[in-house]
């Protein structure tokens, strides 16, 4: 597909990259001919210097013939106008725009971006979507990850494999031993930067990271046969009040139990959020000085998490407050050279923002029926839920490993609201919703098998 990606940040270069390597034809444009020169340097992907919403820009970077346009510049407004322009001018058939404040999406607003609103296809708003994945590992103990399908029926987790944990040396005919009652499906292994579908003889070992798929109602009971407390974190310390941080502070405030402090440098910021927030603490202060984080109770903090848009702080304030007493440490952090030493610096979960703004453009170019993607591990795998139909070569399945593609690995079924694990005798009918995880070069076989037409295995 040909798509122009307007904005070169972060974000930007982020699409750019995993796009490009899947073998789009990615155009970008930009108003820094700095950030144009380093992105075409370092990708191949045409670059093009202006203000993204100019007709004649956009024309000089192919959107005659364009099939997507990603507006994510820092500008709410020039994604949004850019999208216009795209479509009325241009014809270009899917828009896309990160849209950042939340004042667009107020009821006072109305529905901008509805049927009869602007002509924006998707809206991407990675403050909510990164601030909706911390709280999913604040209720998941123990999980780097965890992210939930099939109207959350079903959970796939993320956890470290340690000597101590039963997991280790376990094989996947094991499981049953281990976890009775349990609805859990072990799908695949990061072991050394290497991304693999697990095989029922492989054993996994100290040191991999494992994704794998539970029953979302069962998630409680795994984390307490693995020895982790299922209580969840109770005590919170917010770092940042910006869009994210004060989204999170809101929803740990709707939830039973929890105690929120928040930290901001900032005194007009601090004010604000005292002034929005109703039952969280704000603390006006430097996150990185150790006594505005005894003054918050670090020692007896159960989870920190650092939200500030600095990078380097909020590793940094990751790292004391772990050495300050917090049990857990979660981090925001954009830069993917950063991002390699969150482990020396003893930090537990880090949320990579671009990983969830990328999935979800990802979702637009797969084809077949499916309904929610995630990439993972960097883009070396990806999680996809589908809808089976008519002519799918999943039909009759019993979604094991004789039955899928090699590389590609079923989490679970739900029918009629009903979730069903991969087994012999299962028999997967049209209507069927599926979860499988899949290695990165297997993606044309997964978007085969949500295909409906039976003339495209056939041609």
């Known amino acids: 597909m040909k798509i122009i990606i307007c904005g070169a940040g972060r974000v930007g270069q982020g699409i750019a990259r995993r796009l490009s390597l899947d073998g789009h034809s990615v155009a970008v444009i930009d108003e820094d001919p700095a950030l144009i020169q380093s992105i075409t340097s370092e990708l191949e992907v045409q670059g093009f210097t202006g203000h993204a919403a100019h007709p004649q820009v956009l024309r000089a970077a192919g959107a005659d013939d364009a099939d997507m346009l990603v507006a994510v510049t820092y500008s709410d407004e020039v994604n949004m106008v850019t999208c216009q322009v795209a479509h009325v001018l241009f014809q270009v058939q899917t828009k896309i725009a990160r849209i950042r404040s939340r004042a667009y999406f107020s009821k006072r607003s109305g529905d901008l971006f509805g049927r009869d609103g602007l002509a924006i296809d998707v809206v991407i708003s990675p403050e909510k979507a990164v601030a909706d994945s911390v709280i999913q590992r604040l209720e998941t103990p123990g999980a780097f990850f965890s992210v939930p399908f099939s109207n959350n029926k079903i959970r796939v987790v993320g956890l470290d494999v340690h000597k101590d944990m039963p997991l280790a040396r376990t094989t996947l005919s094991q499981l049953d031993e281990l976890f009775p009652g349990l609805n859990i499906q072990i799908l695949a292994v990061l072991r050394n930067d290497h991304l693999f579908a697990i095989r029922p003889s492989d054993q996994l070992i100290e040191g991999d990271k494992v994704y794998l798929a539970i029953e979302t109602q069962q998630t409680d009971r795994l984390t307490e046969l693995l020895g982790i407390n299922p209580g969840g974190d109770q005590r919170v310390i917010i770092l940042g009040s910006g869009n994210i941080g004060m989204y999170v502070a809101e929803q740990l405030e709707k939830r039973k139990g929890r105690k929120v402090r928040l930290i901001e440098s900032d005194l007009k910021n601090a004010e604000r959020a005292a002034a929005q927030l109703s039952r969280s603490i704000i603390i006006h202060g430097d996150g990185l000085n150790p006594e505005i984080l005894q003054e918050a109770g670090i020692d007896k903090a159960d989870a920190v998490i650092s939200l500030t848009n600095d990078d380097k702080v909020n590793l940094l304030a990751s790292a004391m407050s772990k050495r300050l007493g917090a049990k857990k440490t979660i981090s925001l952090v954009n830069a993917p050279e950063l991002a390699m030493i969150h482990r020396p610096l003893d930090v537990d979960v880090m949320v990579d923002p671009r990983a969830v703004t990328v999935s979800q453009i990802l979702l637009r170019l797969r084809r077949g029926r499916i309904l929610s993607l ?39 079924l739900l029918r009629d609201g009903e979730l069903l694990m991969p087994k012999k005798g299962l028999k997967v009918k049209v209507g069927d919703r599926v979860v499988l995880f899949y290695e990165k070069d297997r993606v044309k076989k997964v978007e085969k098998l949500f295909r409906a037409s039976s003339a495209y295995f056939l041609g």
Do not use: Y
Not at 374 to 381: D, E, H, K, P, V
Not at 390 to 398: A, I, M, N, T
């Open 374 to 412: 995630f990439s993972i591990a960097g883009g070396r795998g990806e999680l996809a839920e589908g809808e089976v139909l008519e002519h799918s070569l999943l039909l009759e399945s019993d979604l094991t490993r004789d039955t899928l593609p090699e590389g590609v690995v079923a989490g679970g």
